[in-house]
């Protein structure tokens, strides 16, 4: 049972536009959302994130909003560059206490910049 | 600087071997994690750790066991290798619930 899911596997943008990927969720007990950034033969690495309470968090060229009716987060990349090349997750993490402390992941959507 | 460092980047094992993957966190982090990375299905949690001596099963643990002796170093095991255990195994660990979770440079296992 796949309790996030990022429906699409690819993503290919031109350079300097906006690249969105988007996640779902089916869990309404997850309150805090994170994206990362994976390249091949390396750890993912934190990206940015949101709390169930916000509905946008924004840094830098990266944004994420959050609707929590819909359960749907998207992560906003602009303008895209060719270093964003890579396979981006989305994760979710439930209320604190015991159990809830795990990090669940999306399946992932390869994004590439062309140049 | 949070570091979490895996004791392998590249491991070729027999089926049937017993395999252990270590990992280490110098930043006193009380939760630990274990997933693996295969195309198609993103990152599956395997098992992890709230604190020393505790362990908890994740997704997917059949096949696989846990160590934590010491809060920084949490040991994954694999009892006895198969070709389906060959995947990309990535070590995790969170200062607590949320927080980002940083994670090591993964260890690519091949079993042949």
């Known amino acids: 049972d796949q309790q996030v899911k990022q429906n699409s596997p690819s993503l290919s943008v031109q350079e300097g536009r906006i690249s969105i990927l988007n996640c779902d969720y089916t869990?309404?007990?997850?309150?805090?959302f994170l994206w990362y950034k994976k390249y091949p033969a390396e750890g993912p690495t934190f990206l940015i994130s949101?709390?169930?309470?916000?509905d946008k968090n924004e840094d830098g060229r990266f944004t994420v909003f959050l609707n929590k009716s819909a359960k749907h987060l998207s992560l906003h990349i602009v303008p895209s560059q060719p270093g964003d090349s890579a396979v981006y997750f989305c994760?979710?993490?439930?209320?604190?206490?015991?159990?809830?402390?795990?990090?669940?992941f999306g399946t992932g959507t390869r994004l590439t910049i062309i140049p | 600087d949070v570091k979490v460092t895996q004791s392998s980047r590249y491991l070729v094992k027999r089926t049937g071997e017993k395999v252990f993957l270590e990992c280490v966190q110098d930043?006193?982090?009380?939760?630990m994690f274990w997933y693996r990375q295969d195309p198609g299905l993103g990152l599956r949690l395997i098992y992890f750790?709230?604190?020393?001596?505790?362990?908890e099963k994740g997704d997917i643990p059949e096949g696989y066991s846990v160590s934590r002796e010491k809060k920084e170093r949490f040991s994954l095991i694999l009892e006895s290798a198969s070709t389906n255990q060959t995947s990309m195994y990535l070590c995790?660990?969170?200062?607590?619930?949320?927080?980002?979770?940083?994670f090591g440079q993964g260890t690519r296992l091949t079993v042949v």
């Open positions: 994760a979710a993490s439930g209320l604190a206490g015991f159990g809830n402390e795990k990090l669940t």
């Open positions: 869990n309404s007990m997850f309150d805090y």
């Open positions: 949101i709390s169930s309470i916000k």
């Open positions: 930043m006193d982090h009380e939760n």
């Open positions: 750790s709230y604190d020393v001596k505790m362990k």
């Open positions: 995790a660990s969170i200062d607590r619930v949320n927080t980002e979770a940083f």
